[in-house]
């Protein structure tokens, strides 16, 4: 149980497009989706943290312009970076959090995407 | 804001030796801890957490962490160290955040077990 995917796995796209990932809960609801990033051999940065039906709170310093998140269901969330340029590249990961009993306090990791702005 | 810190860079350790990752944490009021595993290009997995209750707390794949209030720390252990469990480590805490229950990891620990 608990499994998280996201789509693509890889991308490779040309400066100036925009790209989308998906972030799936497969066998439980999530109201709370996580966002982050995360540069070689380093930490995870929280990006924006989204709930179903309501607008991404993002963390200071990202362009919520930039990086669009969309919650529109308790079991996808969809990040879109959007004109990417070559700093964009990086590995993204979500997380979504089980509803149990009112607590959300357990995050479940999808297995990143690793995009490429050439 | 909670924080929590993991002090070493990288473990190395013999393959059958027992493993402590360290990690402690700041927090305001009760913590509630995590470890998770990252294997190379990979997300995060899963392995522990603390809420409340027993200050040991067992885990996935053999792993335990011992929650110590006094010293404010949270170590990861394993008895006996399998070359498979070379992977990075991140300790974690919940940091309420506007009503969202968001965590604060640490830098990362590289664990190495050596054959």
């Known amino acids: 149980g608990a499994v998280v995917s996201q789509h693509p796995s890889r991308v490779i796209c040309k400066s100036g497009t925009s790209v989308k990932i998906e972030c799936r809960s497969l066998?439980?609801?999530?109201?709370?989706m996580f966002w982050y990033r995360q540069f070689p051999k380093q930490s995870l940065m929280l990006m924006a943290t989204?709930?179903?039906?309501?607008?991404?709170?993002?963390e200071q310093g990202v362009e919520k312009d930039k990086f669009l998140i969309n919650h529109a269901s308790l079991t996808l969330s969809t990040l879109t970076v959007t004109s990417a340029h070559p700093e964009d590249s990086s590995f993204y990961i979500c997380?979504?959090?089980?509803?149990?009993?009112?607590?959300?306090?357990?995050?479940?990791f999808g297995p990143g995407t690793r995009l490429t702005v050439l | 804001a909670q924080s929590v810190a993991q002090p070493e860079d990288q473990v190395n350790v013999a393959e059958g030796n027992p493993l402590t990752v360290k990690c402690t944490y700041s927090v305001s009021g009760n913590p509630y801890l995590f470890w998770y595993v990252q294997y190379p290009n990979r997300g995060l997995q899963f392995l522990l957490k603390y809420i409340t209750g027993d200050n040991l707390v067992k885990g996935s794949y053999g792993f335990e962490a011992e929650f110590n209030k006094s010293q404010t720390s949270f170590h990861l252990k394993k008895p006996s160290a399998l070359v498979s469990d070379s992977a990075l480590y991140f300790c974690a805490v919940r940091d309420w955040y506007y009503g969202n229950n968001r965590l604060a990891f640490g830098k990362g620990n590289q664990v190495v077990v050596i054959p």
């Open positions: 989204s709930n179903e039906g309501s607008k991404a709170t993002y």
């Open positions: 066998d439980f609801q999530a109201t709370t």
């Open positions: 997380s979504a959090a089980i509803l149990a009993g009112g607590s959300t306090d357990t995050q479940y």
